[in-house]
């Protein structure tokens, strides 16, 4: 039976990625690069023709079987005799593939290259194909979050800064800054992806045995470029005996801030669901627990999840940051750190996951969730129309109001509003019985402007027209992908 366990708690394994990153599928790549090294060398005529036929569709279906556990055992195994084990993961994947191998073709197998000719573009082969399921997670997510904008785009909410009341704002406004930020990172996430290199330089990257034995150029073939090239790879420009860390390492950095703008929607979701605030909940599944103790409580499980995967990323990515520099030009001090950088994609890939989440009638998580509109305009009536403040003082100085503005809402209207005051509007008028100025400038202001700031529901600005253009241009990305 397969170990197809992926890096990262147990807990959150999901099974997109398993093909991919799964333990024992992890060999898969690195007999893929030294397949397409074998087959290079048959173009280059260095393999005779009549050897090459000898890997036929059967030998080479085994050579893909061959898993990392069957490495492991060859590299390290204790039961093995003494002299068998290699102590070395490649050279045992070398021993094993010439096992499965006619004798003819056997010596060529891993000619002309060195270990991270193959771990490191075996690695770049695993990031691209497991990018294909975060690109189709993240579609699916940004569809979602598109309907959720426009069907809450003119839902008025009290917006807020410093956990405090602010100004009115929608709801859809706010799915769209999510989008938005999803957008952003998802499209940096393509582009770095399409910018992930490999490698087939030899040893120290100068491409030494193949240019001194005349392996490159034969037939007109740069060997390199053909062994990538049937990879559907790049080269790097120039490498040591690794690659250069950036392209991964932007790649990487691009799926951490992609993972944060998914962070931020789990944050702001579990304080809507807050009891006092309620403006938001998850949906409660049949049979689905709150507490072990306390029966009435529904919990942010799925938001919790989300905040929760950002803050593992960040620990994450320290490991590649912490792999951007390799003594003389390269050391084995990186090449742990490296086995767990998939586990950034698996906690992201959890994240789109929870998102997508489905019930019962195959609707995502992201979909399902319930905005309690009678909740929204409760909490944006509190304070009545105090949070108007900032129109009111804009207006004034607009209109004429030649003093401080601010300072007349601040310290004189506002302190009377709940004293004797019912409305800020109320208070304004009553300072202005006692200063002319102040009353000439609330004269001059239009009616218009004057029943916008008895109403916090009409003080949205752009908010609802932002929805749509951003809901416009993650429509563009539907269309584009």
């Known amino acids: 039976m397969s170990n197809l366990a992926l890096p990262g708690n147990p807990r959150y394994q999901p099974c997109d990625l398993m093909p991919v990153f799964g333990y024992d599928d992890l060999a898969r790549t690195l007999v893929e690069v030294e397949l397409a090294a074998l087959r290079t060398l048959g173009d280059a005529l260095v393999i005779e023709q009549v050897d090459l036929d000898l890997l036929t569709p059967d030998i080479e279906a085994k050579l893909i079987a061959i898993t990392m556990s069957e490495i492991d055992r060859v590299e390290r195994n204790d039961t093995l005799e003494y002299g068998k084990k290699t102590r070395h993961d490649i050279r ?263 998102l997508l989440r489905q019930d019962a009638d195959g609707t995502p998580f992201l979909s399902r969730i319930v905005v309690d509109t009678q909740a929204c305009r409760r909490n944006l009536a509190m304070q009545g129309d105090s949070i108007l403040a900032e129109p009111f003082y804009l207006a004034l100085q607009m209109y004429g109001y030649e003093g401080d503005a601010h300072a007349v809402i601040n310290h004189k209207a506002l302190p009377l509003v709940g004293h004797g005051m019912p409305t800020l509007f109320a208070a304004v008028k009553q300072v202005a019985w006692h200063d002319d100025e102040l009353s000439a400038a609330l004269d001059r202001i239009p009616s218009d402007v004057i029943k916008l700031l008895q109403d916090p529901v009409n003080y949205v600005g752009r908010a609802k027209n932002k929805v749509w253009q951003i809901c416009e241009r993650a429509e563009d990305y539907l269309t584009q992908h």
């Not at 010439?98 to 002309?112: D, G, M």
């Not at 989008?179 to 087939?200: H, P, W």
């Open 92 to 354: 045992a994947l070398v021993r094993i593939m010439q096992e499965v191998i006619p004798t003819p073709l056997q010596r060529w197998v891993h000619v002309p290259l060195t270990s991270y000719d193959v771990i490191d573009t075996a690695r770049t082969l695993q990031f691209v194909r497991a990018h294909h399921v975060v690109q189709t997670k993240a579609y699916v997510v940004i569809r979602c979050f598109r309907d959720q904008a426009m069907r809450y785009a003119e839902e008025v909410q009290i917006g807020r800064t410093h956990g405090q009341h602010a100004l009115p704002i929608t709801v859809g406004f706010w799915f769209a800054t999510i989008l938005n930020r999803v957008l952003f990172n998802i499209e940096q996430a393509n582009q770095y992806a399409d910018g992930l290199v490999g490698k087939i330089s030899g040893a120290v990257g100068a491409y030494n045995a193949q240019a001194e034995l005349g392996i490159t150029g034969r037939s007109g073939i740069v060997f390199e470029d053909r062994v990538l090239e049937r990879l559907g790879l790049k080269p790097a420009p120039i490498s040591t005996q690794i690659l250069p860390p950036e392209p991964l390492a932007y790649y990487l950095y691009s799926c951490l801030v992609l993972s944060a703008s998914l962070g931020q929607f789990g944050c702001d979701g579990r304080h809507l669901m807050r009891t006092e605030i309620a403006e938001l909940a998850e949906p409660f599944e049949q049979g689905q627990v709150g507490s072990s103790t306390m029966a009435h409580k529904r919990n942010p499980l799925h938001f919790e999840n989300l905040e929760g995967m950002w803050k593992k990323n960040i620990a994450e990515f320290l490991k590649v940051l912490l792999s951007m520099i390799s003594e003389h030009q390269r050391d084995l001090v990186g090449s742990s750190l490296a086995r767990d950088f998939p586990t950034l994609i698996v906690n992201l890939t959890y994240q789109l996951d929870t």
